[in-house]
């Protein structure tokens, strides 16, 4: 019970309980007059008593129907869709849901894992294109991303032929989504802009590639299949990037250290 019903009832109850019968007065009737004082005296003090033992009983009744009507089969204690989602759309259990806000979700998480170290190791990035793409596209893609990511382009960059670094450094490529635009979507087919900033290069005191950031947008365009969204094709553009900042550079050990212990994010809304 709200303190507003409280003090309704109370008001109600009081009312009710202090409406009083006068009776007529006899001037001379000194005993009489006294008499009927007591009575009137006894019957109010036995008026208030009720009202009091009334309010308390309505009190308590309201209290306990409260309890029992949120405790009844146990579903008054679960959360609403509203409490954690903050659109009130209730979040899916997997995959993503079909429709605008699903899109651009798959494609923040897309970006994440398409601008990463391990597109660059030839085992990941095959169960990579086989998650993220859709079927008619992963063995065309899969054969691109293989000439693209070769031996020598790994070489370049500090990494052997499985996209790993050097004894003693740790390469860096890491995406960031900033945030998402969708600029065409149908029941199937969406295309969605998604604005990112990033992290790469090679952390260690020997490295000739030092890790560097970099802003850029990717634009995926997304088919809904088998149940989810997947990624048709993809495009990347630099900018829009901000005027940089005047932070100092960290040393290689410290990149690195953070590299390993700040684990990536996945993003979903």
């Known amino acids: 019970m709200s303190l507003g019903d409280e003090h309704e009832a109370s008001g109600g109850y009081g009312g009710t309980g202090q409406t009083r019968t006068r009776l007529p007065e006899t001037g001379g009737d000194v005993y009489g007059g006294a008499r009927r004082g007591g009575r009137s005296s006894s019957r109010s003090l036995i008026t208030v ?3 009091v033992v009334l309010l308390i009983a309505a009190i308590a009744f309201a209290n306990r129907g409260g309890d029992d009507s949120s405790s009844a089969g146990g579903s008054g204690n ?3 869709a509203s409490t954690t ?3 009130g759309t209730k979040p899916v259990q997997s995959g993503f849901a079909h429709d605008q806000q699903g899109a651009q979700s798959a494609a923040a998480n897309y970006a994440t894992v398409l601008v990463s170290a391990d597109i660059l190791k030839p085992t990941r990035r095959t169960e990579i294109v086989q998650q993220v793409f859709v079927a008619d596209k992963q063995a065309g893609l899969q054969d691109k991303l293989n000439k693209a990511y070769s031996k020598e382009f790994l070489s370049n960059i500090g990494l052997d032929e499985n996209g790993n670094a050097a004894a003693g450094q ?7 989504p900033i945030g998402t635009k969708t600029t065409s979507y149908l029941n199937t087919t969406a295309s969605i802009e998604v604005w990112c900033t990033g992290l790469y290069g090679t952390a260690g005191e020997s ?5 560097t950031s970099d802003w850029f947008t990717m634009t995926l365009q997304l088919r809904w299949a088998d ?3 997947k990624v048709d094709s993809f495009s990347q553009k630099d900018g829009p990037a901000p005027v940089p900042g005047d932070d100092k550079a960290s040393s290689a050990d ?3 250290a953070a590299v390993e212990e700040y684990g990536g994010f996945t993003y979903a809304r």
């Open 49 to 51: 008593v009720g009202v």
């Open 85 to 87: 989602a903050a659109s």
């Open 207 to 211: 490295s000739t590639n030092p890790v």
């Open 254 to 256: 410290q990149m690195a």
């Open 170 to 176: 740790t390469y860096v490529s890491r995406t960031v």
């Open 78 to 80: 679960k959360p609403k």
């Open 227 to 229: 149940g989810d969204w």
